[in-house]
């Protein structure tokens, strides 16, 4: 599966213990990443300042689902469960 643009789903909802750039402390599940733009693209995608814990995520159907709102749902309950 392909990631749907603009749906920063994985961007938002997980938390990340890893520093990222302007995050140096990470970020809390639910907190909207800082290199999240205003069209929910990563600005690091691509580049190797991109924490590897972003870089190893793979969209899924289970995981993404088919709307943006689903995919946000979907996470934030295993950020919950985990």
């Given amino acids: 599966m392909d ?8 961007c938002i909802a997980p938390s990340i213990s890893s520093p990222i750039p302007g995050m140096p402390d990470g970020k809390p599940s639910g907190v909207r990443c800082i290199q999240l733009d205003d069209r929910n693209l990563c600005k690091l995608f691509g580049k190797p ?7 190893d995520f793979k969209p899924c159907p289970d995981i993404c689902s ?8 979907n996470i934030l309950e295993l950020e919950r469960l985990t």
């Fill in 3 to 10: 990631c749907r643009l603009g749906c920063g789903a994985c």
């Fill in 66 to 73: 088919d709307t943006n709102a689903k995919a946000l749902s």
């Fill in 49 to 55: 300042e991109r924490p590897k814990v972003c870089f």
